[in-house]
């Protein structure tokens, strides 16, 4: 009893400790019960076991509230509560080009091609048990919680980490059965070989692919406009950034306020201050960041994208930097 005790406490503990750090990790809260309901129902009948699921989402819950007061407060928006949601809307679950992106993605930072190969195997066999099951059905249903981050390669791939356990726990058990299959030394040594070239040159596809994204999906030059910036600006100064998100999301998923502000810029130069969206037109909410004491203002983007902005800048501030990669604007 005291085992079991001990194995519940961290069970609360490691759950919460991972829906802390991303509230999707909460997947694990679905597995665990359909590990249960499908290979130890009568567990389910045990009430600690949903005190202890209860618990975990108060812990987690807890957390997404304080944030939640802090959009209200800042207007930091947190994809859940506050703000900018992540859940998918029903028109965008009806676009079917969201489907391939979704296995191109899993493909890519999930899966993998051979964790996607010993998933087809494994089904074939009839080899998964209550806990394959589980793990694949937690895996599903948080791509679709998600989906309208997970459809989206420049935003998404830490949303997949998951599923990269699901691939590598699959593709281990899938070669452990052939294995078997494979009785006589010298085949299960050229098994054995196979099997590391195999791997060596899936992985060493992957590596390539994930070091060398398109620039279009994560746009770099904001990473070199901060650095160029923290070379520049005083310690502690106040800035501007416009953000290359804009302010709503997209009609597939109902237009509703978009998580824009990049922190990279802020992060790279150790400064303050206020991100504006990508979409933003006029001055006037720049001006009341002036007011407030912004020293700086960053343009992620080589060529203007609002005139009335840009008059005004030429009144008001100098620009003391621009490249490829953007320009850097100081106030009068």
Known sequence: ????????????????????????????GIIQFFILFLGKREMLKNLKVWLAWIFIVLIVGGYMYFSYKLYLEYGNTFG?????????????????????????????????????????????????????????????????VAMRYMV??????????????????????AFKILKENITEKEKSKKFNIAVAILILIVFSA?????????????????????????????PGSLIIVRSIANE???????????????????????????????????YKRIKSYVEKGAKYYIEPFRNPVDKELEDWLKQNSSQIYADINGRIYKFK
């Open 1 to 28: 009893m005291k085992k079991k005790n001990i194995n519940l406490f961290y069970t609360i503990l490691f759950t919460s400790l991972a829906g802390l750090v991303k509230p999707l990790a909460l997947n694990l």
């Open 80 to 144: 859940v509560i506050g703000g900018e949601k992540k859940f998918p809307t029903l028109h965008g679950l009806t676009v079917l080009i969201h489907y391939p992106k979704l296995f191109y993605m899993s493909v890519v930072w999930g899966l993998g091609i051979t964790g996607w190969f010993s998933l087809i195997y494994l089904l074939i066999k009839k080899k998964f048990t209550s806990v394959e099951w589980a793990i694949l059905i937690g895996n599903v249903i948080a791509v679709f």
């Open 206 to 234: 992957h590596l390539y692919h994930r070091t060398h994204p398109l620039r279009i999906h994560y746009h770099p030059n904001v990473n070199e406009i901060g650095v160029k910036l923290k070379e520049l600006a005083e």
């Open 248 to 282: 709503r999301e997209r009609s597939t998923w109902g237009n509703r306020i978009n998580n824009f502000e990049d922190p990279r810029v802020f992060y790279i130069t150790d400064l303050h201050g206020w991100s504006i969206p990508r979409d933003d037109k006029g």
């Open 152 to 173: 989206n390669q420049g935003f998404s791939p830490h949303y997949y980490i998951f599923m990269c356990f699901y691939g590598s726990y699959i593709s281990g058990y």
